[in-house]
């Protein structure tokens, strides 16, 4: 469930941005990856994106890992 409540101004911009491409900067321990978990969340539960529709690019393990959607397989 997306919780936009518990983002912080930028990352709630962030999640709700309607561009096709969003590149999100920010230093460690920031939130980069709640923002992108939060991002891919907002669009499969609240824009109805099929997760096989969407491609996120993180350098670390970190947002795969606590991704419910990572490995989604639909037909």
Known sequence: MTNLNALNEKQREAVVSTEKRLLVLAGAGSGKTKTLLQKII??????SVSPLDILAITFTKNAYLYCPYCGTQQH
């Open 42 to 47: 907002y669009l499969i539960e609240e824009k």
